[in-house]
């Protein structure tokens, strides 16, 4: 059951989700409160489990990781200990930056991000199809990047 949020919760999520960086005064003085009831609205939100952790966002182009694949995956058999098992493999893998299961004829989707083309073959041929858990794979690469965000849509949660 989703949580109920009042609307000053909201605010300081959109807040957080941008920039994670401001202060509880500069957040209190966005959405008109003071620092204290702010501070212990952010707290209540981090207990439970609403705001998981505060990150950095990187620039994936200004590091050199050139190629993003989006990968589907089938395996040999979708039994309950080869689905946990390929799991508990794949997110050691930290090229596999999301991984999915999925409705339909893919067993699961994976978003890779590599270096280049061949970081990327290396990947697969070493590691996704030396599993013996993966009977198919196919990967879809990324061309042109749209839209790229990590913000969730808070505007349908009013």
Known sequence: MPTSLAKQDLDILRLLQRDATLSTGEIAERVNLSQSPCWRRINRLEQEGIIQRRVA?????????????????N?????????MSFEEDIVRHPEVMECYTMTGIWDYMLKIVTRDIRHYEEFVRNTLTASPAIRELHSHMAVTEIKNSTELP?????
């Open 154 to 158: 808070l505007d349908t949660q009013l």
């Open 75 to 83: 395996l040999t058999s979708t039994g309950r200990q080869n689905l």
């Open 57 to 73: 966002l990187l620039d994936r182009d200004s590091l050199g990781m050139e190629v993003v694949v989006f990968a589907t995956i």
